[in-house]
């Protein structure tokens, strides 16, 4: 019943193979909530008392799993797209969708704000169905261990503050640069106007067939028509969606289909 809750907000599916994760990612909740098992839980939910259970139940299960600059040599080629956009006479947009806690964006940011000769930074609006993960996001703060996952020292030292408790907190001019929100990739409509970047990384790995079709139209309606798409190294439009097709400009990176972005124009 709560992998059904999962995909019923969400659209993710938890494998069989991975339901391990029901007692691991739900133990919290089951001690803030002083329950004695998970059967006791999904009675809690079904009540319908308090509706803020489907939520923690939802936030806990969601996968969340991201770090700084993953996989980096996507970072080269988002860097040469705005370039494009820039080199235009417009102010690049982007959006991260399923930011989770905001390692992505926060790498845009940093990334751009290092760029040689400086340049204006691209407007960066980063979404994720978890309130609880853009809190995070929102905060800057991170543990050691995910600073140290895809940070070198010299990026860490440069916009990081050690906050004297083994964490690290993103400085605020960095966070400010980025537009967290809530949003329901499944279910609600994208950010408003269009963007000449989208990211979505690792997100329809975990998604039914019929919800990635869903998905792809969204993310296809958010970019412009000469806008790319960037999906996460396991993921793929071929054989998946007809309303993109691998970018011949920016190999690694797909582009709305040639009828697609005609009706986009």
């Given amino acids: 019943m709560l992998t059904a809750l999962l995909e019923a907000r969400t659209g993710q599916q938890l494998a069989s193979y991975r339901s391990w994760r029901l007692d691991t990612a739900l133990k919290p909740l089951l001690k803030a909530r002083d329950l004695p098992s998970l059967d006791d839980l999904v009675t809690l939910v079904l009540d319908g008392s308090d509706p803020s259970v489907g939520d923690q139940v939802v936030d806990a299960l969601v996968n969340g799993e991201s770090s700084f600059f993953r996989d980096s040599a996507v970072f080269d080629l988002l860097l040469d797209a705005v370039t494009a956009v820039e080199a235009q006479g417009r102010r690049p947009r982007i959006w991260c969708a399923g930011c989770a806690t905001?390692?992505?964006?926060?790498?845009?940011?940093?990334?751009?704000?290092?760029?040689?000769?400086?340049?204006?930074?691209?407007?960066?609006?980063?979404?994720?169905?978890?309130?609880?993960?853009?809190?995070?996001?929102?905060?800057?703060?991170?543990?050691?261990?995910?600073?140290?996952?895809?940070?070198?020292?010299?990026?860490?030292?440069?916009?990081?503050?050690?906050?004297?408790?083994?964490?690290?907190?993103?400085?605020?001019?960095?966070?400010?640069?980025?537009?967290?929100?809530?949003?329901?990739?499944?279910?609600?409509?994208?950010?408003?106007?269009?963007?000449?970047?989208?990211?979505?990384?690792?997100?329809?790995?975990?998604?039914?067939?019929?919800?990635?079709?869903?998905?792809?139209?969204?993310?296809?309606?958010?970019?412009?028509?000469?806008?790319?798409?960037?999906?996460?190294?396991?993921?793929?439009?071929?054989?998946?969606?007809?309303?993109?097709?691998?970018?011949?400009?920016?190999?690694?990176?797909y582009a709305k289909a040639a009828a697609e972005a005609t009706l986009a124009a």
């Fill in 102 to 253: 905001g390692q992505e964006p926060l790498s845009l940011a940093m990334l751009f704000a290092e760029r040689a000769g400086g340049g204006t930074m691209p407007e960066i609006v980063a979404t994720d169905v978890s309130e609880t993960a853009l809190a995070r996001a929102r905060s800057g703060r991170f543990t050691q261990f995910e600073v140290q996952r895809g940070l070198p020292i010299r990026r860490l030292m440069a916009w990081f503050d050690g906050d004297g408790s083994g964490e690290w907190v993103a400085k605020p001019e960095l966070v400010r640069n980025i537009q967290f929100r809530r949003a329901n990739l499944v279910a609600e409509p994208a950010p408003a106007g269009r963007f000449d970047l989208v990211l979505c990384r690792n997100v329809l790995l975990y998604l039914a067939p019929t919800i990635k079709q869903t998905v792809f139209a969204r993310l296809a309606g958010a970019l412009r028509p000469d806008g790319l798409l960037a999906l996460g190294a396991g993921e793929t439009v071929i054989g998946q969606t007809r309303l993109f097709e691998p970018s011949r400009a920016a190999r690694g990176l």
